[in-house]
């Protein structure tokens, strides 16, 4: 049943993706058609979380794979906060592809299935890996806003002739809602990696590449709310959350979280 879900989940997905698309070319059907895709999508991909959860006794996404289906879900749940305005639906260019593309790897590692364990404790985990997702998918919502305000400045800048035929919010708005997701988003990947850490030590297991790059990445969003509290330009803090981003992709898909399986 559960693998049966997730063919509904990823062909919803794509529909909005390419609704996205369309709506960018020509504002209309084609966005209201996409937003429907996310909110079924999501309802589909809740279900099959649901379903993942009852039949596992313990944590059902402690796998690398599990927790990439859990944060696809994670960052369209954030999406949908502002996704389902009119002024937002080309956030959802930047964030649905990303979202199809990541589905189909978790799919791929048997991430989407039952039977996923880990020999860590379910309460670490939960504290962990849950706190470590929410950050990650705060992180790239707020890379997408960033990459949103980059777009729409270089349309303001160019004087484009579309820039009234596609809403889209302030550049304003965007950078205001970006330095706010960060935030709320840093302290949450502080504390899931301080719980890392801890078990770490306790277990005498030593420190590997993905706690390093882990670490790196906090470091890169943290400089991001220094720069925006020191009075630097929305358009350098915009570049940064763009590179943070970089390192988020690169701790959940270049260095599998192989301590989880």
């Keep these: 049943m559960a693998e049966f879900l997730f063919w509904p989940v990823l062909l919803l997905y794509?529909?909005?993706?390419?609704?996205?698309?369309?709506?960018?070319?020509?504002?209309?059907?084609?966005?209201?058609?996409?937003?429907?895709?996310?909110?079924l999508g999501w309802l589909a991909q809740t279900a099959l979380l649901g379903l993942q959860?009852?039949?596992?006794?313990?944590?059902?996404?402690?796998?690398?794979?599990?927790?990439?289906?859990?944060?696809?879900?994670?960052?369209?749940?954030?999406?949908?906060?502002?996704?389902?305005?009119?002024?937002?639906?080309?956030?959802?260019?930047?964030?649905?592809?990303?979202?199809?593309?990541?589905?189909?790897?978790?799919?791929?590692?048997?991430?989407?299935?039952?039977?996923?364990?880990?020999?860590?404790?379910?309460l670490f985990l939960v504290v962990h890996v849950g706190f470590v997702l929410v950050a990650f998918a705060g992180f790239t919502l707020a890379a997408a806003l960033s990459a949103l305000y980059l777009w729409?400045?270089?349309?303001?800048?160019?004087?484009?002739?579309?820039?009234?035929?596609?809403?889209?919010?302030?550049?304003?708005?965007?950078d205001r809602l970006a330095g706010r997701t960060v935030a709320v988003s840093l302290p949450a990947l502080t504390f899931g990696i301080a719980v890392g850490i801890a078990r770490l030590v306790s277990d005498g297991e030593r420190i590997d590449a993905?706690?390093?790059?882990?670490?790196?990445?906090?470091?890169?969003?943290?400089?991001?709310?220094?720069?925006?509290?020191?009075?630097?330009?929305?358009?350098?803090?915009?570049y940064l959350a763009l590179a943070g981003f970089a390192l988020v992709v690169v701790v959940r898909l270049a260095l599998p979280a192989v301590h989880f399986s």
């Design 14 to 39: 794509g529909e909005a993706a390419v609704g996205y698309l369309g709506d960018a070319r020509r504002p209309g059907a084609a966005g209201r058609a996409a937003t429907w895709g996310v909110r």
């Design 53 to 122: 959860a009852a039949r596992e006794d313990g944590f059902p996404w402690g796998t690398w794979a599990g927790s990439l289906n859990l944060f696809v879900w994670l960052v369209v749940t954030a999406y949908l906060i502002w996704g389902c305005r009119k002024p937002y639906r080309l956030l959802g260019l930047a964030v649905m592809p990303l979202a199809v593309a990541l589905l189909v790897v978790a799919r791929a590692g048997g991430g989407t299935g039952v039977g996923q364990r880990s020999h860590y404790s379910n």
């Design 152 to 174: 729409q400045e270089r349309r303001l800048k160019q004087r484009a002739t579309t820039i009234l035929r596609r809403p889209a919010p302030s550049l304003a708005t965007l």
């Design 210 to 238: 993905l706690v390093v790059a882990t670490l790196v990445t906090w470091v890169v969003w943290a400089a991001y709310l220094v720069l925006r509290a020191t009075g630097s330009t929305a358009r350098r803090s915009a």
